[in-house]
T-cell receptor, first 114, second 118 residues
């Protein structure tokens, strides 16, 4: 099956610092690379995504970078704030997924220290 | 525009019982998919319905079933509950056409139904 690995599993950073979460996938045919954020008591929410014809995409304090050769993509959060505390999931489109069958990474619990 | 609505939010059942969870998608969305979330297994895909037909299915036993009605609302049922079925069950809706991430085909999740089996 598809192998999606996400690291680290937990991450604690000082408010104002940056956080980086990495996702590694195995399907070379993957062409869509999103990140989801799940806050306590809520369902996952898409926060940023990138397609394989682009190497980086930014949206205010968050960015996603893609290295197709190495088969990994990363979520970057700069100037972290308390509301960034959540669990983050990568979910690359793969040959085993479809438009609605999402295969999620194992998640990263991000904690922002005041 | 109302989001994805799931009911009930919390419920406790006894082993051997059955449970039915309900999901109302965003208006106009025809695809409804269900996921199980547990600390040990993470987020796992259960099944997807589109226009009242099951379009995709995950690796879960036959005790897990679902259906979709003509108004796109969906229900999932778990029979003969086991302790390991305790989880957060999430429903997601989308237009259901085209690739994930294509224009207008974003998937939206509800807040989930917390099921505890005792």
């Amino acid at each position: 099956g598809e192998n999606v690995e996400q690291h680290p599993s937990t991450l604690s950073v000082q408010e104002g610092d940056s956080a980086v979460i990495k996702c590694t996938y195995s399907d070379s045919a993957s062409n869509y690379f999103p990140w989801y954020k799940q806050e306590l008591g809520k369902g996952p929410q898409l926060i940023i995504d990138i397609r394989s014809n682009v190497g980086e995409k930014k949206d205010q304090r968050i960015a996603v970078t893609l290295n197709k050769t190495a088969k990994h993509f990363s979520l970057h959060i700069t100037e972290t704030q308390p509301e960034d505390s959540a669990v983050y999931f990568c979910a690359p489109e793969t040959g085993y997924s479809s438009a609605s069958k999402i295969i999620f990474g194992s998640g990263t619990r991000l904690s922002i220290r005041p | 525009k109302a989001g994805v609505t799931q009911t009930p939010r919390y419920l406790i059942k006894t082993r051997g019982q059955q449970v039915t969870l309900s999901c109302s998608p965003i208006s106009g969305h025809r695809s409804v998919s269900w996921y199980q979330q547990t600390p040990g297994q993470g987020l796992q895909f259960l099944f997807e319905y589109f226009s009242e037909t099951q379009r995709n299915k995950g690796n879960f036993p036959g005790r897990f079933s679902g259906r979709q009605f003509s108004n796109s609302r969906s229900e999932m049922n778990v029979s003969t509950l086991e302790l390991g079925d305790s989880a957060l069950y999430l429903c997601a809706s989308s237009l259901g056409q085209g690739k994930r991430g294509s224009s207008g085909n974003t998937i939206y999740f509800g807040e989930g139904s917390w099921l505890t089996v005792v």
